[in-house]
């Protein structure tokens, strides 16, 4: 047996010779848009939580008030449900062009017109689980029930259930309770790779969707990050150029990371407007929901154990 035949990483992936995606139309890149909507879903006091929510707000770095709400941080939050989220689906709209929102089901419980909104409007609604904190140390009963939570609370507000999860804040025991739960065709919680990829869990195949944390506006709040709405565009810009350079023979995926209390502040919006009209520049790109990749890639590269 050598290191690698019981090491549960896998640091080998596609290797130099990637499969052919095999886009719709020939597209040398699909790109996914991902609006988080997690306000209200955070750590506080309302909820029953012991401190204040600390993370991926306009003032990084503070520690949690114990015991006591943050109005600021809030506040902060609310603007993302209240007018941050209206403006994101605008733009979208005007471009004729659909997201996948990882919805938080207690931010959706607290807003459900958001929910169906973006129901409406054609988008994917796939789970953010049931709240929106740290699972690392949550045992694994809890979680089953937070994860059947967000279902049924996902489908009760806009009428379908979620075919697509990502944890984000995850435990040891996330993927394996995902695929037992079996209604989902696919998580995304993996930065690993710029394509789909399949796992065995539990003697089950299922479908990994990586995620992305640099073309995130998330690093608008975290060190080291964005300073400047153009620094978002550029790297977003650069990233797209890399991968679509790519794509003349290895197609690729592109992940962008959205929040609505973040990217949904004016002076952000305008930098996502840009690079929405410089996709839109390109006929040979896909942009496409989720769970329309997800159905691509098992119909073109079903599992094999």
Not at 176 to 188: A, K, N, P, Q, T
Not at 290 to 297: E, K, L, T
Request: hydrophobic letters at 35%; glycine letters at 10%; proline letters at 6%.
């Amino acid at each position: 047996m050598t290191t690698t035949d019981c090491y549960p990483r896998n640091l080998v992936g596609y290797g130099a010779n990637p499969p052919q995606a095999n886009w719709p139309g020939g597209a040398r890149l699909a790109i996914n848009f991902v609006l988080n909507y997690e306000e209200g879903g955070e750590n506080t006091l309302l909820n029953g939580d012991a401190f204040s929510e600390t993370y991926l707000h306009e003032i990084p770095g503070g520690a949690p008030l114990v015991g006591l709400r943050n109005t600021n941080v809030e506040s902060m939050y609310d603007y993302g449900a209240r007018a941050g989220f209206w403006r994101v689906m605008r733009l979208f709209a005007e471009r004729e062009m659909n997201f996948t929102c990882y919805a938080v089901a207690r931010a959706l419980e607290l807003n459900p017109d958001a929910g169906k909104a973006m129901i409406d409007a054609g988008h994917e609604v796939a789970s953010h689980g049931y709240r929106w904190i740290d699972h690392q140390y949550m045992d694994p009963e809890t979680e089953r029930q937070h994860i059947a939570k967000a279902v049924e609370i996902t489908e009760q507000v806009c009428g379908q259930r979620p075919l697509g999860i990502y944890v984000g804040r995850l435990s040891p025991n996330s993927r394996r309770l995902i695929v037992e739960e079996g209604g989902f065709l696919y998580d995304s919680d993996a930065y690993d790779d710029d394509l789909p990829h399949w796992q065995t869990v539990d003697g089950t195949g299922h479908l990994v969707i990586p995620y992305t944390l640099d073309n995130n506006d998330m690093k608008f709040a975290v060190a080291p990050g964005f300073t400047s709405p153009d620094g978002f565009f550029q790297h977003l810009k650069d990233s797209f150029d890399m991968l679509y350079a790519e794509g003349a023979t290895h197609p690729k995926m592109m992940n962008v990371g959205m929040h609505c209390r973040m990217v949904g502040r004016p002076g952000r919006a305008m930098a996502l407007a840009r690079f929405l009209d410089y996709v839109k520049g390109f006929d040979d790109v896909w942009v496409a929901k989720r769970i329309d990749i997800a159905r691509h890639w098992i119909s073109e590269h079903p599992y094999k154990p």
